[in-house]
Nanobody
Framework: QVQFVESGGGLVQPGGSLRLSCAAS????????MGWYRQAPGKQREVVAI???????NYADSVKGRFTISRDNAKNTVYLQMNSLKPEDTAVYYC????????WGQGTQVTVSS
């Protein structure tokens, strides 16, 4: 079983930046592709960024050029650097494997508002 603990969210003004972290349990973290997902009020959860076990990344069009996903396998941690934040980025952000096959963590709230 793998569990995820997300952190780093908060309230930020449009144009600001945040860095999210996700600590994963499990000794075989490094073999998984990992993803950051988000769910805005009234909307379905969507994937925003993916990083493969070899470091290859892929992004949703809505965040391309603004968000950067990275991972540190030694620390069982995946990160999401979010720059040039927009109000439409407001959501609860989660991490999981990609595709997600484990229970979701509690997520971390990101609110972009002036």
């Amino acid at each position: 079983q793998v569990q995820f603990v997300e952190s780093g969210g908060g309230l930020v003004q449009p144009g600001g930046s945040l860095r999210l972290s996700c600590a994963a349990s499990g000794r075989i973290f490094s073999i998984y592709a990992m993803g950051w997902y988000r769910q805005a009020p009234g909307k379905q959860r969507e994937v925003v960024a993916i990083i493969g076990s070899t470091g290859i990344t892929n992004y949703a069009d809505s965040v391309k050029g603004r968000f950067t996903i990275s991972r540190d396998n030694a620390k069982n941690t995946v990160y999401l650097q979010m720059n040039s934040l927009k109000p439409e980025d407001t959501a609860v952000y989660y991490c999981s494997t990609h595709p997600s096959t484990y229970s979701w963590g509690q997520g971390t709230q990101v609110t972009v508002s002036s």
